[in-house]
């Protein structure tokens, strides 16, 4: 499967942004049971921000509790992060990022993920 991320844009702290992440396939089943927005500023390493898994229950990172919400649409294959609140901290590159194995603690590290988008910048200013 091939992740394209979209949404990313420049905003001023306050604002919103939506993310999405379609995918297409060449054929054959695609059905992961956890999907992940993770995100990279420039000499950080990549965190996640949040997963969720099949049942469509919701982990996220601490710093974007209560902002962000991760949300999915199965049969359109789409993947969802809106941000609000943003804040200049949140600048990086946003990427999505899904596995056929279902969500658990292995979830949150960027290295277990099996298919990833090319990532979409956002840009908060203050």
């Known amino acids: 499967a091939q992740l394209e991320e979209s949404g990313g844009g420049s905003v001023q702290a306050g604002g919103s942004l939506r993310l999405s992440c379609a995918a297409s396939t060449s054929g054959g089943t695609y059905s992961p049971d956890c999907m992940a927005w993770f995100r990279q500023a420039p000499g950080k390493e990549r965190q996640v921000v949040a997963y969720?898994?099949?049942?469509?229950?919701?982990t996220y990172a601490d710093s974007v509790k209560g902002r962000f919400t991760i949300s999915k649409d199965n049969a359109k294959k789409m993947l969802f992060l809106q941000m609000n609140s943003l804040k200049p901290e949140d600048t990086a590159m946003y990427y999505c990022?899904?596995?056929?194995?279902?969500?658990?603690?292995?979830?949150?590290?960027?290295?277990?993920?099996?298919?990833w988008g090319q990532g979409t910048q956002v840009t908060v200013s203050s």
């Open positions: 990022a899904t596995d056929a194995a279902p969500c658990g603690n292995w979830s949150p590290i960027y290295e277990n993920y099996t298919h």
């Open positions: 969720v898994s099949a049942d469509g229950s919701a």
